[in-house]
């Protein structure tokens, strides 16, 4: 017989046929007559109780049904006469997979710490909560490839292996097949990367967006969804070495353009997990986060407040409140600075543009005030800032001017000069944080919490 999932058993009004299941076994209770056995799968939160007479089955094979062990499960469906299930299984046959030492297995009780999950990251997606995050992150990847799909832009792989700095940050990791202790040295005593394996130095990029302008500027409208690295010494429930961004790019967009796409691109992915992960949603809404829904529909319902960085500082200048980094114009706004105006200035997700430049890239388009840039982030309760973005610098004097300011060498980056030189046009985009907006979208106030495997600072492991 077929297997069936948990997923399909529970949500199917069939009763009274035969059905096989395979599963781990969550929980197991009953008495000396009858064991309820509650079987789970991952393919839905929710575990299908199983009904076993003890005296219908061998007193060895019941021994071993313990949690964590993996079973298959023959027997009929029927409806549930217990609370909680609609429907649940009389077992006829009953194999055991795989058995699962009690003594052993780490996830016997139930309420661990997420800290003590992120140590056992290799089993915590059997844990409800876990499995939850990665059922949403699997519909949210899918949701943001059906929304770009569906307004006619194109997916572009942009390289992962990159010999350019996207954001002039220098937190990069580098590639090199060259040994670490005798690495051949050039006339001027540094390491000869000639000799290196793609003959000059590489990194692991931090952003696909040079790359997603070049092709921006053939097919309109493009957008990257890949992972990204970045080595900045950060240790803060929001930042990760490794992590995925979704960059959309397009050409004939104004900063206007791009803050419509940012704002319809979020609600957008709110409202496809509300309609789509019902169930996990509860759960975490439950058991995670109690505010969550209401929040999420809350921004559903509520058009973001869009204002300057100018007026934003004015705002935290005059909140009267204490931070505990300091606030004033042409310094970079901290996370409890944009927490503040979000949560309690605004009470609802901000945009924030035109930046000071100095504290911005050098492709962002220059305002006439020579002072601030056509920047945008998007600041989202609970997060900070969840997008980052702009509108690009399309005209070549400008861009080579400040290319030049902040010590940028133009012969590295020739490649996308010549989208300036040939046929230059308006164009924007931005890049959104996939893991961040996990984040919001579950709850989870860590972003080691919504990643299989996270890379930090000290930690690889996995
Ligand atoms: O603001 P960022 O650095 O912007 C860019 O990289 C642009 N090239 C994007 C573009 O215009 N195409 O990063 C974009 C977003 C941030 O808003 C944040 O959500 C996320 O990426 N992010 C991180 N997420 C986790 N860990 C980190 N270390 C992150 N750094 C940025
Ligand atoms: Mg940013």
Not at 133 to 159: C, E, M, Q, S, W
Not at 214 to 225: D, M, N
Not at 414 to 422: A, D, G, V
Not at 437 to 458: A, E, W, Y
């Amino acid at each position: 017989m077929k297997r069936s999932t948990v997923k399909e058993l529970l949500t199917s009004t069939e009763t009274n046929r035969d059905v096989r299941l395979k599963g781990w076994v969550r929980t197991r209770r009953g008495n000396n007559q009858v064991a309820f056995i509650a079987v789970n799968d991952g393919t839905i939160i929710h575990s299908i109780q199983v009904v076993a007479d003890l005296g219908s089955f061998p007193e060895e094979t019941m021994k071993r049904v313990t949690t964590g062990s993996s079973i298959s499960v023959t027997g009929k469906l029927v409806e549930s006469m217990g609370k909680g299930q609609s429907v649940e299984i009389q077992a006829t046959e009953i194999e055991i997979l795989g058995d699962c030492d009690p003594e052993e297995y780490p996830l016997q009780k139930k309420g661990h710490s997420f800290e003590f999950l992120r140590e056992n990251a290799h089993l915590r997606f059997r844990t409800n909560t876990f499995g939850a995050v990665f059922r949403i992150r699997h519909a949210l990847a899918f949701a943001i490839h059906k929304y770009y799909n569906d307004k006619g832009f194109f997916n572009l792989h942009t390289p992962i292996i990159t010999a350019s700095d996207a954001e002039g940050a220098g937190a990069m990791f580098k590639v090199t097949t060259l040994d670490l202790d005798g690495a051949p040295k050039n006339e001027e005593g540094g390491i000869d990367f000639t000799q290196d394996f793609f003959g000059r130095p590489t990194n692991l990029t931090v952003s696909g967006q040079l790359e997603g302008e070049l092709g921006a500027t053939a097919l309109s409208s493009i957008y990257t969804f890949g992972p990204t690295f970045r080595a900045e010494n950060s240790n803060t429930p929001r930042h990760v070495a490794e992590f995925w961004m979704v960059e959309p790019e397009m050409a004939f967009y104004d900063i206007h353009d791009n803050m419509d796409l940012a704002e319809d691109f979020l609600q957008y992915l709110i409202q496809y997990t509300l309609e789509h992960c019902q169930d996990d949603l509860e759960f975490l809404n439950k058991m995670v986060d109690k505010g969550l829904l209401e929040r999420l529909r809350f921004v559903m319902d509520n058009p973001f407040e869009r204002k300057t960085y100018t007026e934003a500082v004015d705002i935290l200048m005059k909140s009267g409140k204490k931070f505990e980094f300091p606030v004033h114009w042409g310094l970079d706004l901290q996370s409890e600075h944009e927490r503040y105006l979000v949560e309690q200035h605004f009470k609802r997700p901000v945009i924030l543009t035109d930046y000071p430049r100095d504290i911005k890239a050098f492709y962002m388009k220059q305002n006439d005030d020579g002072k601030t840039v056509r920047a945008m982030d998007v600041l989202f309760p609970q997060i900070g800032e969840i997008i980052g973005g702009s509108q690009r610098e399309e005209r070549m004097e400008n861009l080579l001017e400040r290319m030049r300011e902040m010590n940028i060498p133009e012969d590295e980056l020739w490649w996308y000069l010549e989208t300036r030189k040939f046929g230059t046009v308006e164009h924007s985009g931005f890049g959104l944080g996939f893991d961040r907006l996990i984040m919001f979208i579950t709850g989870m106030s860590n972003i080691r919490d919504v990643i299989p495997f996270p890379r930090t600072p000290k930690s690889a492991d996995f």
